[in-house]
């Protein structure tokens, strides 16, 4: 065939046109899909939504993302699956749901192990939560940090919580860690395992009694609509974990990771602060809307802690003694040289 001049303009047409198309892909920017479970206000999704805009801010618009709140991708577990078989590329959870993966998250969430926020950021930022991190790589999770889901409390709709022995009896919801289920038999009490979406309706519903809660989580949750007792146990500290799918982390650039990274690290100082200073405003507000709120007492969380030391003991045995050995040197280093 003879190739005139109307073939040669056809010709520069047609690779004109595919380096527009590739350039329009070049710049439509890729969405990050992040799945939470809970509420728009609540403190976890305020940190899913500071990692998201960073990420967008410091990608110059190439990567955008979107959080999906309150469990409309699917409850906890179900969207930890998806992050591992890459149709959903982030979620923050509690760090007792990775248990299963990375056994020594039991130490964390052990009753009566860490005693205040500080030596929690400590301990979590430090050598031995970097290790916990890099472990959950092996089953398809890229962790990038530890957030604050804050120090947890005891709800209920059956009586005033002052005494451990008070708990006898009620059937408390817990998230689905074989931690939390001992901890609450060990106090008598009928732990109910469930999902975090279903626990509102469940308690409107009187299938379970109460709850083991965040300051934030009662607050956002509107759980003083169907609870009336809520007494300070802080039986527990609750890190929470966020993680991206290792299917979306290895298709990132060096200089995406970087971001990536250097957007939790902001976004899970940002957090932090962010949940703190709530937590501070909550009680007032909480006694304000009719919550008979209860401060147990320093020498009742003692007996409570006493109470548990079965629970710690065979959880710390769980995770192998070395495991156990490095975790608590390191605590107490950290406790060592408090100010």
Same mark, same amino acid.
């Given at each position: 065939?003879?190739?005139?001049?109307?073939?040669?303009?056809?010709?520069?047409?047609?690779?004109?046109?595919?380096?527009?198309?590739?350039?329009?892909?070049?710049?439509?920017?890729?969405?990050?899909?992040?799945?939470?479970?809970?509420?728009?206000?609540?403190?976890?999704?305020?940190?899913?939504?500071?990692?998201?805009?960073?990420?967008?801010?410091?990608?110059?618009?190439?990567?955008?993302?979107?959080?999906?709140?309150?469990?409309?991708?699917?409850?906890?577990?179900?969207?930890?699956?998806?992050?591992?078989?890459?149709?959903?590329?982030?979620?923050?959870?509690?760090?007792?749901?990775?248990?299963?993966?990375?056994?020594?998250?039991?130490?964390?969430?052990?009753?009566?192990?860490?005693?205040?926020?500080?030596?929690?950021?400590?301990?979590?930022?430090?050598?031995?939560?970097?290790?916990?991190?890099?472990?959950?790589?092996?089953?398809?999770?890229?962790?990038?940090?530890?957030?604050?889901?804050?120090?947890?409390?005891?709800?209920?709709?059956?009586?005033?919580?002052?005494?451990?022995?008070?708990?006898?009896?009620?059937?408390?919801?817990?998230?689905?860690?074989?931690?939390?289920?001992?901890?609450?038999?060990?106090?008598?009490?009928?732990?109910?395992?469930?999902?975090?979406?279903?626990?509102?309706?469940?308690?409107?519903?009187?299938?379970?009694?109460?709850?083991?809660?965040?300051?934030?989580?009662?607050?956002?949750?509107?759980?003083?609509?169907?609870?009336?007792?809520?007494?300070?146990?802080?039986?527990?500290?609750?890190?929470?974990?966020?993680?991206?799918?290792?299917?979306?982390?290895?298709?990132?650039?060096?200089?995406?990771?970087?971001?990536?990274?250097? &957007?939790?690290? @902001? +976004? #899970? %100082?940002?957090?932090?602060?962010?949940?703190? =200073? !709530?937590?501070? /405003?909550?009680?007032?507000?909480?006694?304000?809307?009719?919550?008979?709120?209860?401060?147990?007492?320093?020498?009742?969380?003692?007996?409570?802690?006493?109470?548990?030391?079965?629970?710690?003991?065979?959880?710390?045995? &769980?995770?192998? @003694? +070395? #495991? %156990?050995?490095?975790?608590?040197?390191?605590? =107490? !280093?950290?406790? /060592?040289?408090?100010?």
């Amino acid at each position: 065939m003879k190739f005139t001049p109307k073939h040669a303009f056809a010709a520069v047409m047609t690779i004109g046109l595919a380096f527009a198309l590739g350039s329009a892909a070049a710049q439509t920017p890729r969405t990050l899909r992040i799945a939470v479970s809970t509420a728009a206000d609540h403190p976890l999704t305020v940190g899913a939504q500071k990692f998201g805009d960073l990420v967008g801010d410091k990608s110059a618009g190439k990567i955008k993302a979107r959080v999906y709140p309150g469990a409309v991708l699917g409850n906890d577990v179900q969207v930890i699956g998806s992050l591992q078989g890459g149709t959903i590329d982030a979620t923050i959870v509690t760090s007792g749901l990775l248990t299963s993966l990375a056994k020594e998250y039991n130490l964390f969430v052990l009753p009566g192990v860490l005693h205040d926020a500080r030596e929690a950021d400590a301990l979590l930022d430090g050598p031995f939560g970097r290790k916990v991190r890099e472990s959950l790589e092996a089953h398809k999770l890229v962790a990038l940090a530890h957030m604050e889901h804050g120090f947890k409390h005891i709800a209920n709709n059956k009586r005033v919580v002052s005494k451990w022995e008070d708990v006898d009896g009620i059937k408390i919801r817990v998230t689905q860690t074989p931690t939390l289920i001992d901890t609450f038999a060990r106090l008598g009490a009928n732990p109910v395992p469930m999902p975090f979406n279903e626990v509102y309706t469940a308690l409107e519903q009187g299938a379970i009694d109460g709850m083991e809660t965040t300051l934030a989580t009662f607050d956002s949750g509107k759980f003083n609509e169907v609870q009336k007792n809520l007494t300070l146990t802080a039986h527990i500290y609750d890190p929470l974990v966020l993680l991206v799918s290792k299917t979306t982390w290895d298709k990132l650039s060096a200089e995406e990771r970087k971001i990536f990274t250097d &957007s939790a690290t @902001e +976004a #899970t %100082a940002f957090q932090r602060r962010f949940n703190r =200073e !709530k937590e501070a /405003k909550l009680l007032g507000e909480l006694k304000q809307r009719g919550v008979a709120v209860t401060e147990m007492g320093a020498g009742e969380k003692a007996r409570m802690r006493d109470r548990l030391k079965v629970v710690v003991e065979k959880y710390s045995q &769980s995770v192998g @003694e +070395a #495991t %156990a050995r490095e975790f608590n040197a390191e605590l =107490e !280093k950290i406790r /060592k040289t408090r100010p």
